[in-house]
């Protein structure tokens, strides 16, 4: 096979991976864990099942690799909008928002919580899930070491002030499911950026 027709096919194999995943991200987000079959993502995809297969033997093959992109996805914006931060270009304000809309109306939060809330009965999901998270984890927090330095550290690092943060994001994306009251929410959101405000600042920008 000549080099072209390779970059050929490594192309139309990386564009068939890339339709399988967002088609997983999309059952996902609209009928759910339980309901997200391999059948029904080969069909939104527009593949065939033996494409599919090729790529992507069974379902949890599927759902781990569209949870890593996820993942990868959404920790690859907090940096960039982090280092606008520290350069100068963003404000602590916009900064705070910026991270708030991309857990609310994202495709991330969601679709991997149909995938958590799945593996507390499901051992073998949970296993596959759990170094994926540790991950996620690892680039947040050395996000947050490079971008915001703590007031008094002894007491609360930037490490936990900006975990918090994320975990009151998640939990408030949770409630608006039930409750679209955006009032209510900003009302939270700047009581938090106070909050956060009085134990962390971002790095001056140099």
């Known amino acids: 096979m000549t080099d072209t027709k390779r970059r050929t096919q490594d192309q139309r194999s990386a564009k068939t991976r890339q339709m399988l995943l967002a088609a997983t991200v999309q059952s996902l987000m609209e009928v759910g864990y339980a309901n997200t079959s391999t059948a029904g993502i080969a069909k939104r995809a527009g593949v065939s099942r033996g494409a599919q297969t090729h790529h992507y033997p069974g379902k949890m093959d599927l759902i781990i690799a569209a949870t890593e992109e996820m993942f990868a996805n959404f920790a690859g914006e907090l940096e960039g909008l982090a280092g606008e ?34 593996a ?4 073998d ?20 070491s490079r971008t915001f330095v703590a007031v008094a550290p002894e007491v609360v690092t930037s490490r936990v002030a900006m975990n918090l943060v994320m975990n009151v994001f998640r939990g408030m994306a949770v409630q608006a499911v039930l409750r679209r009251d955006e009032a209510y929410f900003q009302e939270m959101l700047s009581a938090l950026k106070t909050i956060i405000a009085v134990h962390v600042r971002p790095v001056e920008a140099g």
């Open 120 to 123: 507390r009965g499901d051992e």
């Open 85 to 118: 931060l520290r350069a100068g270009r963003l404000s602590y304000d916009v900064f705070f928002d910026s991270i708030f809309d991309g857990v609310l109306n994202g495709d991330w939060f969601y679709s991997s919580l149909e995938i958590i809330v799945a």
């Open 125 to 144: 999901l949970r296993r596959h899930l759990a170094p994926l998270i540790l991950d996620l984890h690892e680039r947040f927090e050395a996000n947050w």
